[in-house]
C-alpha cells in the first residue's frame, strides 16, 4: 500500500525557518517525481516545487522561489521541503503528493494526510 | 503562473448531472494534455478523479468524465449523489511548473 507521511509542521515566528519531511513507502520512491502542494486555510491548492527522480531537476513557484529548497534522500524514501524566510502568506496545510507518472506530468495519484505551518508572531 | 479559472460553486440535485469548467491558456491547459480533476472532502486530502484530461483511475466511478477543448477543460458529473458534494480542482501541467484551479464547491441540493 502506497503511504506518504508528512511531518515537521508547527507554529513559527516570521523570518523563521521549519524543514518538513515527507516519509515514503509501499513504492520505489526512487522512480517518481514529487511534489509539495499547499492549501492555505479555507482556500485553494497551490504547487509549491516539484523534483526529479534524481533530484536532478527542481522547479518553484515565484512566490517560494530563493526561499524554500526542496530534497529527496532516495536511500530513506524521504522528500524534503527546507522553508526559511518565512511569511504570514505560508501558513497553509502542506502536502507531499507521487506524479503518477515517471516523467513530471503533474497529476498527483498519491496524496500524504498534510502537515500545518503557521506562520504567526 | 495564474491560477486557472473555475466557477466558485455549482449545485444540483441528485440524480442530475453537472460540468465544472476550468480555463486557462495556451501555455497550460490548451498547450499539454495533462489536465487533471480532483476532488477534496473537509479536512481531507485531494483525491485524483480525472487525469491525462479524461482518463478515470481505478475505483472511480464512470460517473465522472473530463473533456478539453481549446484552453478550457471540463468535469461532468453525471447521476449525481449526496457523496459527490465536494470541491473539485483542476490541474495543469505547465512545462516547468504546476497550475491548480480556484476550486468548485460542488452542493447536492
Known amino acids: 500500500e502506497v503511504q506518504l507521511v508528512e511531518s515537521g509542521g508547527g507554529l513559527v515566528q516570521p523570518g523563521g525557518s521549519l524543514r518538513l519531511s515527507c516519509a515514503a513507502s509501499?513504492?520505489?520512491?526512487?522512480?517518481?517525481?514529487m511534489s509539495w502542494v499547499r492549501q492555505a486555510p479555507g482556500k485553494g491548492l497551490e504547487w509549491v516545487a516539484n523534483?526529479?527522480?534524481?533530484?536532478?531537476?527542481?522547479y518553484y513557484v515565484d512566490s517560494v522561489k530563493g526561499r524554500f529548497t526542496i530534497s529527496r534522500d532516495n536511500a530513506k524514501n524521504s522528500l524534503y521541503l527546507q522553508m526559511n524566510s518565512l511569511r504570514a502568506e505560508d501558513t497553509a496545510v502542506y502536502y507531499c503528493?507521487?506524479?503518477?507518472?515517471?516523467?513530471?506530468?503533474?497529476?498527483?495519484?498519491?496524496w500524504g494526510q498534510g502537515t500545518l505551518v503557521t506562520v504567526s508572531s | 503562473q495564474s491560477a486557472l479559472t473555475q466557477p466558485r460553486s455549482v449545485s444540483g440535485s441528485p440524480g442530475q448531472s453537472v460540468t465544472i469548467s476550468c480555463t486557462g491558456t495556451?501555455?497550460?491547459?490548451?498547450?499539454?494534455?495533462?489536465v487533471s480533476w480532483y476532488q477534496q472532502h473537509p479536512g481531507k486530502a485531494p483525491k485524483l478523479m480525472i487525469y491525462?484530461?479524461?482518463k478515470r483511475p481505478s475505483g472511480v466511478p464512470d460517473r465522472f468524465s473530463g473533456s478539453k477543448s481549446g484552453n478550457t477543460a471540463s468535469l461532468t458529473i453525471s447521476g449525481l449523489q449526496a457523496e459527490d458534494e465536494a470541491d473539485y480542482y483542476c490541474?495543469?501541467?505547465?512545462?516547468?511548473?504546476?497550475?491548480f484551479g480556484g476550486g468548485t464547491k460542488l452542493t447536492v441540493l
Open positions: 503528493a507521487r506524479d503518477r507518472n515517471l516523467y513530471s506530468t503533474s497529476i498527483y495519484d498519491y
Open positions: 490541474c495543469s501541467y505547465a512545462g516547468s511548473s504546476v497550475v
Open positions: 495556451s501555455s497550460d491547459v490548451g498547450g499539454y494534455n495533462y
Open positions: 491525462d484530461v479524461s
Open positions: 523534483i526529479k527522480q534524481d533530484g536532478s531537476e527542481k
Open positions: 509501499g513504492f520505489t520512491f526512487s522512480s517518481y517525481w
